[in-house]
């Protein structure tokens, strides 16, 4: 029966993984004509930086792709959107503070930098001209600031206050330019300096704590192998060797073994919104888990000036609409149905009983069996002498709750809160404490590691490979949950429920804490524009 399990493994992998997108990248049809409101990856976790273990960090990543040559205006956020962060306290499902980040567009102090051309003066023709760094940005034309307001209740009728800088008491906070290249900031790992003067410490009206924020360019943690995924599956999703990284090829039969080159995004960056908050001043009560996701909004009218300015391309009004919305990493890519995801992108937890459906009765496991069990079978009964075809290689428990209580409720003893209304977002326990960096297990509590995804997600938990176990009746067998590791059933349904559900599921694309850095805001300095072949960004300890 192993060897059975095993090959028809390989069949479902190669397809299920063609659906794991880049976590939520252009996800929707809509989302893609606007990038600087898409939302890529969001992620909330208790702090592992030493001496930092009574906080919550939240990242909120937007602009995906960015090629890191990207110039010469390269990736600023969109003064006319409204990135939020939001976070429910008591269960419901309904936002009971939100974060909200501005951002606005503006020249230098004197105005553009410009330049005497034979005795005329004109202005400089790219955005960063002159070297960059902490103490002198003068060379930029081009400068970002954002502010910081925390909603208490509904994110649009409740109480609105300014988070101020705990320094300066100033509500206005500078964004850093993004990696132009090592010699716009005079020489490799200057940036790193650069950009950690942008890291703020915070003062939160009704938090006694001094939080952090930070708000700029960062390297891309999400790892895939994305261009052998959409030519067709063009490789063998399961672990070839042992165990990942062993290198001694004891696994599957041609299957893919872990290679950081496998990953294709390692060159490219993202844009992060990340705050970190004392734990006190999120939870609520007694009850020590919340529920978080982000969201991005435009307003409903768009007029574009026929004689546009750099201060002033368009005018926007009307009510915010919201156009993008993150939590658990896949959701949308992997259970929501194509016609229903730009109106997933618009929608808020509390009414996600709309995609119900789509969670019970996902489609792509009974996809991918009508149209390959048959090929399988076939496969299969020539190389295995008293091989007994699948009946059905689809987890068969219906309605699949172990789906509903991965992405709707939260597991209890675990993540669930108290009273719990269903509603897709990230759940964290603020009770269990971090792992540190170091012991973190990419599998998360799949590997007994509770403070790990879908505990919360952290930078190094890899979503890819959990996503396809889980989709695929991972749920179904036993957890290594238990006292001492001993493995443990959540009794959401058995493992004759999904017989393939065991497998060890895999992009090949490794992802482990120990690739990100050990403090805030956690993910890695940028790839650099120039100069071409740089080596990628190290973490920092």
Not at 169 to 189: I, L, N, Q, R, V
Not at 306 to 316: C, H
Not at 455 to 463: I, K, L, Q
Request: charged residues 20%; hydrophobic residues 35%.
């Amino acid at each position: 029966m192993k060897k059975q399990l095993t090959c028809a493994g390989v069949a479902i992998a190669m397809l299920a993984a063609g659906s794991a997108m880049a976590s939520s990248h252009r996800e929707a049809p809509f989302i893609t004509k606007y990038p600087q409101s898409d939302g890529t990856d969001f992620y909330l976790f208790k702090s592992y930086e030493p001496g930092r273990e009574d906080y919550v960090t939240m990242i909120a990543n937007y602009i995906p792709v960015q090629a890191a040559y990207g110039g010469p205006h390269y990736f600023p956020l969109d003064s006319q959107a409204l990135y939020e962060i939001h976070v429910d306290n008591d269960g419901d499902s309904v936002e009971d503070l939100t974060f909200q980040f501005r951002f606005e567009d503006t020249f230098p102090e004197n105005g553009p930098v410009r330049l005497n051309v034979n005795g005329e003066e004109i202005s400089s023709v790219l955005r960063n001209i002159g070297v960059l760094s902490a103490a002198d940005q003068t060379g930029l034309n081009h400068l970002e600031q954002y502010r910081v307001t925390v909603v208490n209740g509904d994110r649009r009728r409740g109480a609105r206050s300014t988070v101020t800088d705990a320094v300066t008491g100033k509500s206005s906070f500078a964004k850093p330019f993004d990696y132009a290249g090592t010699k716009t900031f005079g020489g490799e790992g200057n940036y790193t300096t650069y950009a950690n003067s942008f890291i703020h410490d915070i003062s939160i009206p009704g938090c006694s704590a001094p939080g952090r924020v930070f708000v700029g360019q960062r390297n891309e943690a999400f790892k895939l192998s994305l261009g052998e995924v959409f030519d067709l599956v063009n490789f063998v999703p399961l672990e070839g060797d042992s165990a990942p990284g062993a290198g001694d090829g004891a696994g599957f039969p041609f299957g893919v073994t872990q290679d950081p080159e496998r990953n294709i995004l390692a060159r490219n960056n993202v844009t992060s919104i990340a705050l970190e908050i004392h734990e006190g001043c999120l939870t609520q009560g007694d009850e020590p888990v919340i529920g978080a996701w982000t969201t991005s909004s435009l307003r409903q009218l768009n007029i574009l000036n026929p004689r546009p300015t750099f201060l002033k391309p368009e005018v926007s009004g009307g009510r915010w609409t919201q156009v993008s919305r993150l939590s658990a990493p896949l959701v949308n890519e992997l259970v929501i149905g194509f016609e229903s995801k730009d109106r997933f992108n618009s929608s808020e937890p509390k009414d996600d009983g709309q995609f119900l459906t789509f969670v019970t009765n996902p489609g792509l496991p009974l996809i991918l069996d009508a149209l390959f069990r048959e090929a399988v079978n076939e496969i299969l009964g020539g190389v295995i002498a008293d091989f007994e075809p699948f009946e059905n290689l689809a987890p068969t428990n219906f309605p699949r709750n172990d789906l509903v209580t991965a992405f709707l409720t939260g597991f209890p003893g675990l993540n669930q809160p108290s009273n719990v209304v269903p509603g897709e977002m990230l759940r964290l326990n603020t009770a269990i404490a971090p792992t540190p960096r170091d012991a973190q297990h990419p599998l998360g509590v799949a590997a007994g590691d509770l403070a790990g995804f879908p505990n919360g997600r952290r930078p190094g938990d890899d979503s890819v490979d959990i996503a396809l176990r889980v989709v695929m009746g991972a749920l179904c067998h036993d957890l290594p949950i238990g006292e001492n590791g001993a493995g443990v059933n959540l009794g959401l349904c058995s493992p004759a429920d999904a017989v393939v559900g065991n497998q060890p599921f895999t992009d090949g694309a490794p992802l482990q804490a120990t690739d990100l850095n050990n403090s805030f805001p956690y993910l890695l300095t940028p790839y650099p524009g120039s100069p071409v072949g740089a080596p990628l960004p190290q973490p920092i300890d």
